[in-house]
Structure formats: structure tokens, C-alpha cells
């Protein structure tokens, strides 16, 4: 099975806590995952969000500006558990 999501990938564990919690309040599902591999730069936490509510994701980063915002990414696995990582363009 083909599973695709988005990730928000930051340097500090703070700003991943902090930003996961506004996204809570503005009810986006949203989970603290290992980032993965291909993104292995930073703290070694990422928020997890579907990628039907990036534009919100985005949105809400525009208003807070947390820093340390290494990038979003889109990330895909497939039925083999390989992983592709890309940049979602912003």
C-alpha cells in the first residue's frame, strides 16, 4: 500500500513542540515523527500532516514564523517500505 504525507522539519525539538501545538489548536491531526533519512539534518523530530492540509500547515507557519524551519517535505512509501523524500515547494 502507497502511503504519502507531508512533514514540517526543524533544528530544535522546541520550536517542534511548539509549532505541533498551534497546529493541535487550529485542528489539523498532526503527530511527532523521526524524520526521515533523507531529510537527517536538524533535531531528528518532524511534525507529521496529511498533505490535503498543507495550505493550513502553511498558513499557520506564515502567522507564527517559528525559526529553525528546515523545510516541508512530501514524503512517499511504497508497499516495499522505500522511502522518497521530496521539498514541497512553498
Do not use: W
Amino acid at each position: 500500500m502507497r502511503e504519502a504525507f507531508g512533514i514540517a522539519s526543524f533544528r530544535s525539538r522546541q520550536q517542534v513542540l511548539k509549532f505541533e501545538g498551534a497546529l493541535r489548536r487550529a485542528g489539523i491531526k498532526v503527530s511527532v515523527i523521526t524524520t526521515p533519512r533523507d531529510v537527517a539534518v536538524g533535531c531528528g523530530l518532524s511534525i507529521r500532516f496529511e498533505l490535503g492540509d498543507y495550505s493550513r500547515v502553511s498558513e499557520i507557519y506564515n502567522q507564527l514564523r517559528p525559526s529553525n524551519l528546515i523545510g516541508f517535505y512530501q514524503v512517499v512509501r511504497d508497499d516495499h517500505q522505500r522511502t522518497v523524500t521530496r521539498p514541497i515547494s512553498q
